[in-house]
């Protein structure tokens, strides 16, 4: 019992595992015995938000942690106990920060905000800052970030340059492509994932919606669940694991 809350996901590197607490206190534990290893203080939260801290490791073993106070850190745990750098996302005005899980990928991270998306290089580097609003975690296939907004719109960013080149909104494809108002049924579509040329979304109402971006994007199909979806989804085999408050599903 460590007294404070966790409030992170978890990481493990070398036997290690690495959370926070809702403090912003780094903690890393031995993986085999649970005994503490070391902690390391960051910033503290001067307000209380619905954001958890979230941690990523790079591909040289740093460790990312965004706080709950909007700081990006790049520590060094392994070699020495060092911050290789960090970067502010809470603006002035900014009373609760708000934000997403990082993503990495080509040694590079993509942080999105409630306002901003932005690319750093390895070194923290901002290499480009774009007023992109995103309500989920973006996902990156080859040189195209996909993401959606509050207003349930689809956009496609080009992560060379931070340019968008693709914006519409959910609600008018599925209606171009089936005749049918969907506005009032779809809520917010909380999930996104890329499998080769298709786009799978999912709405917090439990609408799975495939869409086809080879060419053109375009409706493949859609369909209302009768179940809640209460927990990230795993995919295996072909197949979607995840739960509902009750219940374990596992879908084609």
Same mark, same amino acid.
Request: aromatic residues 12%; proline residues 2%; charged residues 20%.
């Given at each position: ?19 926070? &607490? ?7 534990? #031995? !993986?085999?015995? /649970?005994? =503490?290893? &070391? ?21 040289? #073993? ?18 020495? =106990? ?16 708000? /934000? ?23 070194? /923290? ?6 007023? %992109? ?5 973006? %996902?990156?296939?080859?040189?195209? !970030?996909?993401?959606?907004? &509050? ?10 340059? /931070? ?45 799975? !919606? ?6 053109? %994007? ?13 927990? &990230? ?20």
């Amino acid at each position: 019992n460590f007294l404070v809350p966790f409030r992170s996901n978890l990481k493990i590197l070398n036997n290690i595992l690495f959370l926070s &607490d809702e403090k912003n206190k780094i903690i890393l534990l #031995d !993986i085999n015995n /649970g005994k =503490k290893i &070391d902690e390391l203080y960051t910033q503290p939260s001067k307000t209380v938000s619905n954001f958890e801290s979230n941690l990523a490791i790079d591909k040289k #073993d740093n460790l990312l942690f965004l706080s709950t106070s909007g700081s990006l850190y790049s520590l060094n745990f392994i070699n020495q =106990k060092t911050i290789n750098w960090i970067q502010n996302f809470k603006t002035e005005n900014e009373i609760i920060f708000k /934000g997403n899980p990082i993503t990495i990928f080509n040694n590079k991270i993509l942080v999105s905000t409630k306002n901003n998306i932005t690319l750093l290089n390895e070194n /923290g580097l901002r290499m480009w800052d774009k007023n %992109i609003q995103s309500s989920i975690s973006p %996902i990156i296939s080859g040189n195209i !970030i996909f993401t959606i907004n &509050d207003d349930n719109y689809l956009i496609l960013i080009d992560s060379q340059n /931070g340019q968008i080149i693709y914006s519409q909104s959910i609600y008018f494809i599925l209606n171009r492509d089936f005749r049918k108002d969907f506005k009032n049924k779809i809520k917010k579509v909380s999930q996104i994932f890329v499998n080769k040329n298709k786009l799978f979304l999912i709405s917090n109402n439990s609408y799975f !919606i495939e869409l086809n971006i080879e060419k053109q %994007i375009k409706t493949n199909s859609i369909k209302k669940n009768p179940f809640n979806i209460s927990t &990230d989804i795993i995919f295996l085999n072909k197949e979607m694991v995840f739960m509902s408050s009750k219940n374990i599903y596992k879908v084609n």
